[in-house]
């Protein structure tokens, strides 16, 4: 069993930036990818970024190239997601996520979710 802990989002202008992070608690968090999604009201959860359990590889939906970071703390048990130059349709629940191993696009494909963390854009 995995528990999933995310902190960091907030109210920001556009243009601005935060700082997401998801603590993991139980588990082997070093075997773990670690995925990002959000989720916009009506509409459908989506992918945001994900990372292997070594980080040497990185992956993002093609909306946020460029802008957002997935980094992890292997030591720390701990994922971020670093958002930059963040436009109003950004604004959704982020859910940070985990599965064993493998990386995966499909949230249907991932064991683990925290509650979520409400990020707001205003323009």
């Known amino acids: 069993q995995v528990i999933l802990v995310e902190s960091g989002g907030g109210l920001v202008q556009a243009g601005g930036s935060l700082r997401l992070a998801c603590a993991a608690f139980?588990?082997?968090?070093?075997?773990?990818?670690m995925g990002w999604f959000r989720q916009a009201p009506g509409k459908e959860r989506e992918f945001v970024a994900a990372?292997?359990?070594?980080?040497?590889?990185?992956y993002y939906a093609d909306s946020v190239k460029g802008r957002f970071t997935i980094s992890r703390d292997n030591a720390k048990n701990t994922v971020y997601l670093q958002m930059n130059s963040l436009k109003p349709e950004d604004t959704a629940v982020y859910y940070c996520?985990?599965?064993?191993?493998?990386?995966?696009?499909?949230?249907?494909?991932?064991?683990?979710w925290g509650r979520g963390t409400q990020v707001t854009v205003s323009s």
């Open positions: 996520a985990a599965r064993p191993f493998t990386y995966a696009t499909n949230h249907h494909e991932y064991d683990y």
């Open positions: 139980g588990g082997t968090f070093s075997t773990y990818v």
């Open positions: 990372i292997t359990w070594s980080g040497r590889s990185t």
